[in-house]
């Protein structure tokens, strides 16, 4: 500001009577802000409108979705013998976007938690757009606006299957099975199918997926606590009853925006308006998907309600198919990558990884078990910008796409992907993609527990809200549910549906309104004569001091609600008296304590180390040189894309006849780190007895070990490791002719 816009005169005299000099800058300032306020409210609510004919336009189509890029129909479910309203399309590759066919097909699936599909292909900088630019065909599960009638989760979750196996029919040369990116909901529901058919998919990425729903920390995670303190499911039951057998997924969007009453009721409205000749294109997108609700089945939602957000049953496996089989997420054989945040008030860290914690006793377990857990913890990022944002598509997608044949080769184990940026002191950074560098470290349970775990009382409160949840929503059906449904029509549902404030609001403001015809000229007018305020303007620093009070004050009262909603929860739960009303006590085993030894596991792995004790000295040079590699890194843990990287570049310079497949390298260097971790010193002693016998022969693959370890400085450790694997091959390293140890 160059002035103060109001100055007093010299301090007077003892004894004068005080007055005061208006600064003629004064006026101009407040005509100059009046003016700019004045436009932006015009364009502002021209904006509500824009959004409100975009509402009405996408309710109209046919199959609406907010997918930037072109798609093409290949399979419609609800032509499965067991139809539902989902559909699997090929997306176009886009100008200029070349496809390799050896590389494995990516399958994105967007979630069905009340929003419409199309968010993780919404922006060309998207997990679509990624996928594209790395050359892989990709493919995308959408759904449409209203359920098939009686379609059920079940229904859902083996049409899903019937796609996946249709994407890998549709690429027989593709080195690999369909990699899966499931974003929020759809990864529980991609879990679940992947544990019912554990064959048909590859690497599975979930993205801000919830699969444990009690898992949290006090005053961090209130969302965990809304079904108990509303009673439980009987209200999903009741909003079902309501809706004539549907269930509105706009009560799922009032849901999240409840969450914040900051950022739904001031912040982002405000920053629309304060930013409103930047910001409208953008907000505009967003809308499109945030204000397009889809409907699901009654049954359904009570499914959800039931099994996941009260009861906690799909990490402790204690869910069922209808044909008795049980859903078991250690089933799952392709790589399970988690990518969390800390800032994502919707699915914390815990309830996107305790159900590690939930399946396992030991990380021990996890590799013997064959399965492979890869997450990734960000440090910031919102709940949707996992998914929609776009640094993080050109980040944490990019990356996590760049070296997904690294996450599928890695051997059965628990690892945390670090990702750093890469500068000049970055040893062969030509070898990592992009400008970043991904580390896979080594984790244990431990690990996993040390970001936050309930106590064993607040599990045993959980598991008595459950309880009491059964209980009210059976004296709901007995007493409550009979009037309900012979109140309510189907045009009565029609119209609880069309007034809903999370629809009401965004067609209120369309041109169907007769008091939104004079906006459009107004608006008009308004950019065409726009006079933007100065950035010194003193009311212009009012109005953002103002606006900062009032999200702080929605903040404070967001914080106190959850505060007292916690309070609540852990009040009435925690009462020994209501627990042992509904059958549980301190001495008894929860319902969420980990999941119970299965004996035909138990049996396969006891069988899988028997396998194993005939393959200590039998196996073929490259099992040498794999176990030589597993040995060596070992001792290091980490292992980077540069290792991978010169691996790649290694096989690759084999004759094609002579190259493993991916799927076989990938077996060999599973089994090769279960001998190692079984018995290592045995396993290295038995090393020279795999090797050939040409001298030559030994000297190529210890060459192409060393130019594989040694894409990085290795530790002290590993160094010396390497030195005994010299030993074991009887011969010194030769220098390969043409290529340095650290090309």
């Not at 000749?277 to 039931?306: H, K, Y």
Request: charged share 25%.
């Amino acid at each position: 500001m160059n002035q103060t816009a109001i100055t007093p005169r010299a301090p007077r005299p003892a004894g004068v009577e005080s007055h005061w000099t208006w600064d003629p800058d004064f006026f101009r300032f407040a005509r100059e802000y009046a003016l700019d306020a004045w436009q932006r409210s015009i364009l502002f609510v021209d904006v509500l409108r824009e959004r409100g004919n975009i509402y009405r336009q996408h309710k109209a189509a046919l199959a609406p979705n907010v997918l930037n890029f072109k798609a093409e129909l290949v399979l419609d479910g609800r032509k499965l013998p067991r139809p539902t309203n989902y559909l699997l399309v090929r997306i176009v590759p886009p100008d200029g976007t070349k496809i390799d066919p050896k590389k494995p097909p990516y399958i994105v699936v967007d979630p069905r938690a009340g929003h419409g599909p199309g968010i993780g292909g919404m922006k060309h900088d998207s997990q679509i757009g990624m996928a594209l630019a790395a050359g892989h065909p990709c493919y995308y599960i959408g759904f449409l606006p209203e359920p098939v009638p009686g379609q059920t989760i079940e229904d859902v979750c083996r049409g899903e299957a019937v796609f996946v196996k249709e994407v890998a029919a549709r690429h027989p040369q593709a080195e690999g099975k369909p990699v899966i990116i499931a974003n929020c909901q759809a990864g529980w529901q991609t879990m679940i199918m992947a544990a019912i058919e554990p064959n048909i998919s590859g690497p599975i990425m979930l993205a801000g997926s919830p699969l444990s729903y009690w898992a949290g920390v006090r005053g961090k995670n209130p969302m965990r606590y809304f079904g108990g303190v509303l009673g439980g499911t009987w209200l999903a039951a009741l909003a079902g009853d309501l809706g004539d057998g549907i269930f509105d997924g706009a009560n799922l969007v009032a849901n999240f925006e409840f969450l914040n009453p900051a950022n739904t009721h001031w912040k982002k409205p405000y920053n629309v308006y304060s930013k409103i000749d930047t910001e409208v294109a953008r907000f505009l997108d967003f809308e499109t998907w945030w204000g397009s609700p889809v409907l699901l089945n009654a049954g359904e939602m009570q499914w959800i309600a039931e099994n996941l957000f009260v009861g906690n049953k799909l990490a402790t496996g204690r869910l069922f198919m209808s044909d008795s089989l049980r859903i078991d997420l250690r089933n799952v054989k392709g790589p399970i990558i988690v990518f969390c945040s800390w800032g994502d008030n919707i699915t914390p860290p815990q309830q996107a990884l305790d159900w590690i914690t939930d399946l396992y006793d030991h990380e021990r377990e996890i590799a013997e078990n064959g399965q492979t857990i890869i997450y990734c913890l960000h440090q910031s990022i919102g709940h949707l910008g996992i998914f929609v944002s776009g640094k993080i598509a050109t980040k944490e997608h990019r990356e996590f796409i760049s070296c997904m044949e690294m996450l599928d080769l890695m051997p059965p184990g628990l690892y945390e992907a670090v990702i750093t940026g890469i500068d000049e002191n970055t040893e062969n950074a030509d070898l990592a993609e992009g400008g970043y560098l991904v580390h896979l470290e080594p984790r244990t349970l431990a690990d996993i527990r040390a970001l936050g775990a309930n106590s064993v009382a607040d599990d045993l409160r959980f598991a008595t809200a459950a309880r009491v949840s059964e209980v009210n929503e059976g004296l709901y059906r007995a007493i409550a549910q009979p009037i309900v449904r012979a109140s309510i029509t189907k045009p009565a549902a029609q119209a609880m549906r069309w007034t809903h404030p999370n629809r009401l609001r965004f067609a209120a403001f369309s041109d169907k309104n007769p008091m939104m015809r004079p906006i459009a000229g107004l608006a008009a007018a308004a950019r065409d004569n726009r006079a933007k305020v100065s950035p010194d303007n003193p009311f212009l620093a009012l109005e953002t001091a103002f606006s900062s009070w009032v999200g702080a004050a929605l903040e404070n009262y967001g914080n106190l609600r959850d505060a007292w909603i916690e309070m609540a929860f852990l009040n009435a739960y925690g009462s020994p008296l209501l627990q042992a009303m509904v059958g549980l006590g301190q001495e008894q085993s929860l319902t969420g304590s980990p999941v119970q030894k299965d004996l035909l596991r138990e049996t396969a792995a006891a069988k899988k180390r028997s396998e194993l004790e005939g393959k200590f000295e039998a196996g073929k040079p490259v099992e040498a040189l794999l176990r030589a590699l597993v040995y060596v890194q070992r001792s290091e843990g980490s292992i980077d894309q540069r290792t991978f990287a010169k691996m790649k570049i290694v096989r690759e310079a084999q004759p094609p006849e002579a190259r493993l497949p991916l799927p076989e390298l990938k077996q060999l260097l599973a089994d090769q780190s279960a001998l190692i971790r079984l018995d290592e010193e045995r396993a290295v002693r038995a090393i020279p007895k795999l090797l050939p016998g040409s001298a030559d022969q030994r000297h190529a693959y210890l060459d192409a070990l060393h130019r594989v370890i040694e894409a990085r400085t290795l530790p002290d450790a590993s160094r010396r490791r390497l030195e005994r694997v010299d030993e074991l091959f009887g011969l010194p390293p030769k220098k390969p002719t043409g290529v340095s140890a650290h090309a």
